[in-house]
């Protein structure tokens, strides 16, 4: 994997402007959702896909709508709860 450096701005409304190139790059549009990940000192953006590019990515574990709804309840327990 190559890793390439770019330079971007941060606005007068502390706004984060990635340049021209990362957002071709990463086919980021205006709406389009991030994710930003605190990593020790780094910054990392992850572009989150929407409903439909999600769709097209590989699948990567099977669940029944059963197995599914009782992680949820499960989940849901530990979460709010506890």
């Keep these: 994997m190559v890793v390439k450096g770019y330079i971007g701005v941060v606005g007068s409304k ?7 190139e990362v957002r071709e790059a990463l086919n980021i549009k ?4 991030v994710l930003y990940l605190i ?3 780094e910054l990392v953006i992850r572009v989150i896909p929407d409903f439909l590019e999600a769709l097209k ?9 059963k197995q599914f709804e009782k992680e949820m309840e499960e989940w849901q327990k530990e979460k709010f709860y506890t």
């Design 39 to 41: 990593k020790g000192s």
């Design 14 to 20: 502390d706004e984060l402007f990635p340049p021209k």
């Design 30 to 33: 205006s709406g389009k959702k």
């Design 57 to 65: 990515q590989p699948k990567f574990a099977e669940v029944t709508v």
